[in-house]
């Protein structure tokens, strides 16, 4: 794809203009890496008849200064950058220039960062594991000597499962901490730790958009692992939507923004937390385990709310 300017929209590649030259809604997806998902979103589009923009961020020169990107942009963007911080500039600027963008800048900022995750949670009463935040690996050892373990420590700032690690004792968690400092990563000194909540070899992944679960799923870890990510092999059945769950996701959602979201949450004997919330959500493991064309469905949301 050659390179776009941000007010040249020619150079896009468009979905669906010939089939609907009369169609009074025009939506654009930004992605930097085409997957399962922007594919499943061009085929919808194809079958609904919409007009997609497909623009690469990669390849896009911004003008930060234009008023006006409607005639470039159509009615509505979906930003699906896979780079929490490529996807947030982005919409940064459409936001400025006057797009609507889903998630919107705020939603993507929050759920992009695990401690304000947290902290927009908390704010809302919404159940979550307990959670602590250290800044030194002092403080953060003796956050976890308190709390017990096991625990788990995340980096704020990450996704598929990468550097998560379970603490199962003060030793370990001295190696950890010890590595983390080492690694020239000024996010990873922040220490954000979770107490390792008691619950099946699985958690519950919600695709919610705008007020609606359109799917639920159990991921379930893989033989030998206790992480539930389906890039590293977890499987995907099923879950049934009860109104505790509902109740649970739809509260979450809200909590940080709503939009087109993953909200993940584990089984305690307490009853369901969130544990993540997903912002640039990936969903074929959710199509695939339960028949949902989530794809039709976010393209239906964004029909929606473009008339508003």
Same mark, same amino acid.
């Given at each position: 794809?050659?390179?776009?300017?941000?007010?040249?929209?020619?150079?896009?590649? +468009?979905?669906?203009?010939?089939?609907?030259?009369?169609?009074?809604?025009?939506?654009? =997806?930004?992605?930097?890496? &085409?997957?399962?998902?922007?594919?499943?979103?061009?085929?919808?589009?194809?079958?609904?008849?919409?007009?997609?923009?497909? *623009?690469d961020?990669?390849?896009?020169?911004?003008?930060?200064n234009?008023e006006?990107?409607?005639?470039?942009y159509?009615? =509505?963007v979906?930003?699906r950058? #896979?780079?929490y911080?490529?996807g947030?500039h982005?919409?940064?600027?459409?936001?400025?220039?006057?797009? +609507?963008?889903?998630?919107?800048f705020d939603?993507?900022?929050?759920?992009?960062?695990?401690?304000l995750?947290?902290?927009a949670?908390?704010?809302?009463k919404?159940? &979550?594991?307990?959670?602590?935040?250290?800044?030194?690996p002092? &403080?953060?050892?003796?956050?976890?000597?308190?709390?017990?373990?096991?625990?788990?420590? +995340?980096?704020?700032?990450?996704?598929?499962?990468?550097?998560?690690?379970? #603490?199962?004792?003060?030793a370990?968690?001295?190696?950890?901490?010890?590595?983390r400092?080492?690694? $020239?990563?000024?996010?990873?000194? *922040?220490?954000?730790?979770q107490?390792?909540?008691?619950r099946?070899?699985?958690?519950?992944?919600?695709?919610?958009?705008?007020?609606e *679960?359109?799917? %639920?799923?159990?991921?379930?870890?893989?033989?030998?692992?206790w992480r &539930?990510n389906? %890039?590293?092999?977890?499987?995907?059945?099923?879950?049934? =939507?009860?109104?505790e769950?509902?109740?649970?996701?739809?509260? %979450? %959602?809200?909590?940080?923004?709503? $939009?087109?979201?993953?909200?993940?949450?584990m089984?305690?004997? +307490?009853?369901?937390?969130?544990?993540? #919330?997903?912002?640039?959500?990936e969903?074929? $493991?959710?199509?695939?385990?339960?028949?949902?064309d989530?794809?039709?469905?976010?393209?239906e949301?964004?029909?929606?709310?473009s008339?508003k």
């Amino acid at each position: 794809m050659e390179n776009v300017i941000l007010k040249s929209p020619r150079s896009s590649v +468009k979905i669906g203009e010939s089939e609907t030259p009369s169609l009074a809604r025009t939506f654009s =997806i930004i992605f930097d890496r &085409t997957r399962w998902e922007e594919k499943a979103l061009i085929k919808a589009a194809k079958r609904k008849r919409i007009k997609i923009n497909l *623009i690469d961020a990669k390849n896009t020169s911004f003008d930060i200064n234009s008023e006006d990107l409607s005639e470039a942009y159509g009615d =509505i963007v979906l930003q699906r950058c #896979i780079s929490y911080f490529r996807g947030l500039h982005v919409s940064a600027i459409l936001e400025k220039n006057g797009m +609507k963008v889903v998630n919107s800048f705020d939603t993507t900022s929050i759920c992009g960062n695990k401690m304000l995750t947290s902290l927009a949670l908390s704010k809302a009463k919404v159940p &979550t594991p307990k959670t602590f935040v250290a800044f030194t690996p002092e &403080t953060a050892l003796q956050t976890l000597d308190e709390i017990g373990y096991p625990a788990v420590i +995340k980096p704020v700032i990450g996704s598929w499962g990468r550097l998560v690690a379970p #603490i199962r004792d003060r030793a370990t968690a001295e190696a950890i901490l010890e590595h983390r400092e080492q690694m $020239g990563n000024s996010l990873l000194q *922040i220490h954000y730790i979770q107490e390792m909540v008691k619950r099946p070899p699985r958690d519950i992944r919600t695709i919610v958009v705008g007020d609606e *679960i359109t799917a %639920a799923i159990y991921r379930s870890s893989p033989a030998g692992s206790w992480r &539930t990510n389906v %890039a590293l092999g977890a499987t995907t059945t099923a879950c049934p =939507i009860t109104s505790e769950l509902e109740d649970a996701a739809l509260k %979450a %959602a809200k909590a940080v923004g709503g $939009g087109i979201l993953a909200v993940d949450l584990m089984e305690s004997p +307490k009853g369901n937390v969130v544990h993540e #919330i997903n912002s640039t959500i990936e969903f074929r $493991g959710a199509e695939s385990g339960t028949g949902v064309d989530i794809a039709s469905k976010i393209l239906e949301y964004l029909t929606k709310i473009s008339k508003k």
